[in-house]
């Protein structure tokens, strides 16, 4: 059992809090809680899979959340999940074996490329008032990017909410209210497949992957009233910022 001082306590229960709201209105907050988790003195494959225990209770509370909402389309969401799960499948098999380090290059380039698509080409992700989303059924260029979507996020949880906006967004037309809502589904579900994993192998610190839990589900349930009641433009600009926050992030770790 590791060691942690009342004021560490309070920190990661802070920084879960951040990281809920964050990861739930956009992406990366996992740039702010995987760095504190090894600080606190944990291996960085312990770190990764001590984070999922945090970011399962957050998307399983953003989750219920948006159903609650109407914010769920669930005709189509049967086929996005069971694609990203086959992902964090194969993704988290792979990071319970291998070190995460080597992703840091792959991390900024996801945060740069997704700052330049928001700034430069924004209706990739922002859907004009009107249109109808498309199911995947119809759309199959969008099972390769969900599931890199999904193994990506089995692999190391940091920057996988940029990604999955991409591929719900960009291929699927979902507006960024409904495409938040099912990138959280998406989230809780291949988090629930990594934490499998993690804990058959013995890999999860459980007392600070619980603190960190107990903030982000307060973060989680402020940032689903916050995420359906403003514009859409608002929410394409909040996305903006934290994608420069999490390159940075991601820059310093």
């Not at 809680?33 to 944990?42: D, E, R």
């Not at 959280?184 to 992957?209: E, K, M, N, Y």
Request: with cysteine; hydrophobic share 55%; proline share 4%.
């Amino acid at each position: 059992m590791i060691d942690i001082s009342f004021e560490f306590s309070l920190l990661l229960i802070a920084l879960g809090f951040v990281a809920g709201i964050i990861n739930t209105m956009a992406g990366g907050g996992s740039n702010l809680t995987l760095p504190a988790l090894m600080v606190l003195g944990l291996p960085a494959d312990v770190a990764n899979a001590t984070n999922r225990v945090s970011v399962f209770f957050q998307s399983m509370t953003a989750t219920r959340g948006f159903y609650k909402h109407g914010k769920l389309d669930m005709p189509d969401i049967k086929a996005v999940v069971a694609i990203t799960i086959a992902g964090g499948l194969a993704g988290a098999f792979v990071a319970s074996y291998l070190p995460v380090t080597y992703l840091k290059p792959t991390l900024l380039a996801t945060m740069i490329v997704m700052a330049a698509i928001i700034l430069f080409k924004p209706s990739l992700i922002s859907v004009p008032f009107g249109e109808l989303p498309k199911n995947v059924r119809t759309t199959p260029q969008s099972i390769p990017m969900l599931f890199i979507a999904g193994f990506y996020g089995g692999f190391v949880q940091a920057g996988v909410g940029f990604i999955l906006i991409a591929a719900i967004a960009g291929s699927l037309r979902y507006d960024l209210a409904r495409t938040n809502a099912l990138k959280i589904v998406c989230t809780a579900a291949f988090t629930s497949v990594a934490l499998l994993i993690f804990i058959a192998r013995d890999q999860i610190s459980w007392l600070p992957g619980l603190l960190l839990a107990s903030g982000s589900i307060l973060g989680a349930q402020i940032a689903v009233k916050i995420t359906i009641n403003i514009s859409q433009n608002a929410l394409k600009w909040f996305l903006f910022v934290m994608t420069i926050f999490a390159s940075l992030a991601a820059i310093m770790s």
